[in-house]
């Protein structure tokens, strides 16, 4: 006989025997606790991609940022999420290691900026607005741009290539304004503040027309002196 019953094959009763098994729970298995505050999900196949594994930790920081906005806003602003400069360097990025750190999620396809800002004084600063591309923007759904990129070395050259600094493009000059090379320099072209030159070589102040009045007041008291006398 099982120790659960009698020599008689009754079941004997579980309250307060010993030998008793314990009775089956009738409670649900123990489930998590659920997040009691905002949280910014991740897929796991985006935390494996390639793109997510060669970010850097100041595109790992901006990232972080865009999504702390967007739970300022929410959750409903993806796409119109103000971020400055000021924030980033509050949050931890030095500011020179910002401007690289942007640009290496937005060729990674993990952000973008969808407005650019604009500089000046306080009136007219307008900061970037930014779009997290793996969390849904209005009625559509994420996009996902960073499933685009398959390896780790296209990954790598993508990141590579956006932390370079950007040189300053030279202004190009007109083909109406250029001279060829070679070509000599008019002769009307020369010091604008020397004074050009009469034909014939003359100078205007003292050409042979040019008399000064003190040269007729002497001739013409030379010649009335001259009529005195005579």
């Not at 409670?27 to 991740?42: D, E, L, S, V």
Request: net charge positive; with cysteine; proline share 9%.
């Amino acid at each position: 006989m099982p120790p659960t019953h009698d020599k008689t094959g009754r079941a004997k009763k579980s309250s307060g025997s010993i030998l008793a098994a314990p009775p089956r729970s009738t409670t649900r298995p123990y489930r998590p606790k659920k997040i009691t505050g905002q949280f910014a999900p991740r897929l796991i196949e985006m935390l494996e991609s390639p793109a997510f594994k060669i970010l850097s930790l100041s595109g790992h920081r901006v990232l972080a940022r865009l999504e702390i906005e967007l739970a300022h806003h929410a959750g409903r602003d993806n796409g119109k999420l103000p971020v400055t400069f000021d924030d980033f360097v509050r949050y931890g990025i030095d500011r020179h290691a910002i401007a690289p750190a942007v640009r290496e999620v937005e060729a990674l396809g993990l952000a973008e900026i969808t407005e650019r800002g604009r500089a000046g004084n306080a009136d007219y600063r307008t900061p970037n607005k930014f779009r997290l591309t793996y969390r849904p923007t209005g009625n559509c759904g994420p996009t996902d741009d960073w499933r685009r990129i398959k390896t780790l070395e296209e990954a790598k050259a993508r990141a590579q290539a956006a932390r370079e600094p950007k040189r300053a493009t030279p202004k190009r000059v007109s083909a109406k304004n250029k001279k060829p090379v070679g070509e000599k320099t008019s002769s009307s072209v020369g010091n604008p503040h020397r004074k050009s030159k009469i034909p014939g070589g003359e100078n205007p102040h003292y050409g042979p027309s040019a008399e000064t009045h003190t040269t007729l007041d002497i001739s013409l008291g030379g010649g009335r002196a001259a009529a005195a006398a005579s």
